[in-house]
């Protein structure tokens, strides 16, 4: 049974593909510094976006608000409530799954992941793009 949890870890890490993170915002609390996808990003397909960073300083978290593009237009915006609290000088790991229908169009997506607190105050945003 240890080795099977091991292989799957092992096999779990090794799939992640990493991506260039951008931070979107001047001067954050949280700073994103990695970012992973899960699969190769692909219509039909649950993906998860994982994003590595820390805090600079305190910050409660109360929601990410997601907005993506296709091709520069605004495409989609949601929201996905959380409960975090991040002290000064903690990791920040952040993961989403997001399926993108098989009738998205093909092209250029953005993703904007805004993290706000109970107030609906930005105080980090990380920024991911792909083509499907």
Not at 16 to 36: D, G, L, S, Y
Not at 79 to 87: F, I, L, T, W
């Amino acid at each position: 049974m240890k080795y099977l949890i091991a292989l799957l870890l092992v096999s779990t890490i090794l799939a992640a593909i990493p991506t260039k993170v951008t931070n979107c915002m001047a001067n954050p609390k949280v700073v994103f510094t990695e970012a992973t996808f899960s699969v190769t990003p692909a219509k039909g397909v649950d993906e998860t976006i994982t994003l590595y960073g820390s805090a600079n300083e305190h910050a409660e978290l109360a929601n990410v608000q997601l907005k993506a593009k296709w091709n520069g237009m605004d495409a989609f915006e949601d929201n996905y409530p959380e409960d975090e609290v991040y002290d000064k000088g903690d990791r920040v790991t952040y993961e989403l799954t997001q399926n993108f229908p098989t009738f998205t169009p093909s092209g250029k997506i953005v993703v904007q992941m805004w993290f706000q607190n109970a107030k609906g105050t930005n105080f980090g945003c990380a920024e991911v793009g792909f083509v499907i």
